[in-house]
């Protein structure tokens, strides 16, 4: 059976998947409930100055009948004292010394503040810190969490503060909120961050009542952007992951967080980069059980691929991971549609016709049956109809040899560049 012992900058847990500091985390009861069903480690609920709720405060998005496709969110960080939550993180960590306890913590920019936290929360044992730099609302209009994670230069002097104190791994946690996250991971490298964690909530509305016109959610007829998560986000934490592992200068570990909602999630994380993973709203979906299905559908995945180990999953897609420029525009793959499988329900026909490239045509056999073909001549291998078919195995992409040599956007660039170079 492979090994999934991990370790994060040091902090070690028995199993990759950890609980991301939110609603789940929230009290001892909690943390413990979740460690009694496996979950490897727990990010305490953001612990800083005293903060007031409101109610209501969650919203989904469902999208052709799934339940909570996106996630969105106007709560703040722990309202409960943080002495309750310092006793019960002493507590919980005693009664499960091997599981990670990692405290999130949110504070005004000042160095004083960051001193005194830090040194209240390792007093009581916990494995390590994370700086919750990544709260798009609420906390954000105080000064903190995603407008301190929007100045670099916040992000390292912050980092730094801590870091003069801290005697724990200290993990900062990245907003999305941004345009280009591998420059707050670099500052938050330059800071001294042993490790860095996202993404964090991504700006949002979830919705407007159309009978009522109020938005959701909304507090006494008021709405107010949210931080949404959840199994919609997922793309786009993978391409900040990616684009923060292939960056040389970020050059810590990641925990990775966004939509994980199961094994195979956590393994495209994992795949693009990530040392761990964090999960929070399938927990809240579905309870802390899940937990059962991700360990054993991550261990017999590395049986089957003859993997001794979690960590040897650690980053092998980032090399895959590149820019526009660097891919091969003389590949050509074309699509080919099964007749045997084809129900003939013309999706991707219409879809084609309508919207990409006419090139699959409709004709009838000599039995009076329609059926579909690909005109290959005018296929550009847009995916379209694949992705629009109902049915598994109708339609194949498949690679046509064209005999071009690879050439990319760049390759192509820097030749036109060389002939146009004056002869020496």
Not at 88 to 113: C, N
Request: include cysteine; charged fraction near 20%.
């Amino acid at each position: 059976m492979a090994d999934l012992y991990s370790n994060l900058a040091g902090i070690s847990s028995p199993n990759p998947f950890w609980l991301a500091s939110a609603p789940p985390t929230n009290s001892g009861y909690q943390v413990q409930r979740a460690f009694e069903a496996g979950w490897g480690g727990a990010v305490w609920k953001t612990l800083g100055e005293p903060i007031i709720n409101s109610t209501s405060r969650f919203a989904a998005v469902h999208f052709n009948g799934q339940r909570v496709a996106g996630f969105n969110n106007i709560e703040l960080i722990s309202d409960r004292p943080l002495e309750t939550n310092l006793r019960e993180i002493e507590e919980t960590k005693k009664r499960f010394p091997d599981h990670a306890i990692v405290a999130s913590l949110m504070v005004e920019p000042k160095q004083e503040k960051w001193h005194e936290i830090v040194k209240k929360v390792e007093a009581v044992g916990v494995d390590g810190l994370e700086l919750n730099f990544g709260c798009p609302h609420g906390m954000a209009e105080r000064g903190m969490g995603a407008a301190s994670g929007q100045v670099p230069e916040l992000v390292q002097k912050q980092t730094e503060w801590v870091k003069e104190v801290a005697q724990t791994p200290v993990i900062v946690k990245l907003t999305p909120n941004i345009t280009d996250i591998t420059v707050t991971a670099e500052s938050a490298v330059q800071g001294g961050a042993d490790a860095i964690s996202l993404i964090n909530t991504i700006n949002s509305l979830a919705g407007v009542d159309i009978h009522s016109w109020q938005t959701v959610p909304n507090v006494d007829g008021l709405g107010t952007h949210g931080g949404y998560c959840g199994p919609a986000v997922k793309p786009i934490a993978l391409h900040m992951l990616g684009d923060c592992a292939r960056n040389p200068q970020v050059t810590v570990p990641i925990s990775g967080i966004g939509g994980i909602a199961n094994w195979q999630n956590a393994v495209e994380f994992l795949l693009m980069g990530a040392t761990n993973v964090q999960v929070c709203t399938a927990a809240m979906h579905h309870g802390f059980r899940i937990v059962e299905d991700m360990i054993d559908g991550l261990s017999t995945y590395l049986d089957d691929k003859g993997l001794s180990s979690v960590r040897d999953l650690t980053g092998k897609s980032v090399q895959r991971y590149s820019d526009w420029g660097n891919v091969n525009l003389n590949h050509q793959v074309v699509a080919s549609i099964h007749t045997d499988v084809c129900i003939n329900c013309n999706k991707c026909h219409i879809s084609c016709e309508d919207t990409a490239h006419q090139c699959i045509e409709r004709f009838v056999d000599e039995k009076g049956a329609p059926y579909l073909k690909v005109n290959e001549d005018e296929c550009v291998g847009c995916n379209l109809c694949s992705i629009v078919c109902p049915v598994d195995g109708a339609i194949d992409m498949v690679v046509k040899e064209n005999g071009l040599p690879p050439m990319s956007w760049n390759d192509r660039q820097s030749s036109m560049a060389s002939m146009k170079s004056p002869q020496s």
